[in-house]
């Protein structure tokens, strides 16, 4: 069973706009989640982090934010950059654990 | 380049033929992870080791797959008796040990299509 879920397939933005993508997840034992950007013909690559003892971290363009109690995390891109144009994958870590537990991604395209 | 390599990057077989593929880590790194991502979803998680131990196998790793780390360097993943539903992205990734939780980075993933 899908253990993270990322509803929305696919998410089209002006340049310069807001991205925010979306993650649920059902397992309580989850407790730090990762967001991964891939690219066709690549493999992921890490974006960006949160443990579960905070509820948002920042990266430059990038914040993840986490409500635990509803079980959602949400990425937030601004601004938006043509660039960025990739699937977004959400992932969960149990504590202890070592299998990243994915999504099925959401592709995000950015338009100029 | 000092990235995760894997070997070939794209594999086309028949069915029952065996077939090997070769992940090359970050070299400090002690962890190495194998997973297989289908058409539509996310990548979903095989096997793992941590130096030469397989320590975790998913249920998804039937008895015709097996996967090795001898020495605990590089990595290669074995598919014996292939069949059309083994066709997949096969990623390999890694990752630093000591602290309870480090980026898992991925090489470009192994194309493999069975006819």
């Known amino acids: 069973d899908q253990q993270v879920k990322q509803n929305s397939p696919s998410l089209s933005v002006q340049e310069g706009r807001i991205s925010i993508l979306n993650c649920d997840y059902t397992n309580s034992m989850f407790d730090y989640f990762l967001w991964y950007k891939k690219y066709p013909a690549e493999g992921p690559t890490f974006l960006i982090s949160?443990?579960?003892?905070?509820d948002k971290n920042e990266d430059g363009r990038f914040t993840v934010f986490l409500n635990k109690s509803a079980k959602h995390l949400s990425l937030h891109i601004v601004p938006s950059q043509p660039g960025d144009s990739a699937v977004y994958f959400c992932?969960?870590?149990?504590?202890?654990?070592?299998?990243?537990?994915f999504g099925k991604g959401t592709s995000l395209l950015v338009t100029p | 380049d000092t990235g995760v390599s894997q070997d070939p990057r794209h594999k086309i077989t028949k069915r029952g033929q065996n077939v090997t593929f070769r992940c090359d880590p970050i070299s400090e790194h002690n962890r190495l992870y194998w997973y297989r991502q289908t058409l539509g979803q996310g990548p979903e998680f095989l096997t793992y080791?941590?130096?030469?131990?397989?320590?975790?196998k998913s249920r998804l790793l039937s008895d015709r797959f097996s996967a090795e780390r001898p020495k605990g360097s590089f990595s290669t993943l074995e598919i014996q008796r292939t069949e059309q539903g083994d066709s997949a992205m096969y990623l390999c990734a890694s990752s630093l040990g000591q602290v309870p939780y480090n980026e898992q980075f991925f090489g470009p993933g192994t194309r493999l299509t069975v006819l």
């Open positions: 992932a969960a870590l149990r504590n202890s654990g070592y299998a990243l537990n």
């Open positions: 080791f941590q130096n030469e131990a397989q320590l975790e």
């Open positions: 949160i443990s579960s003892i905070k």
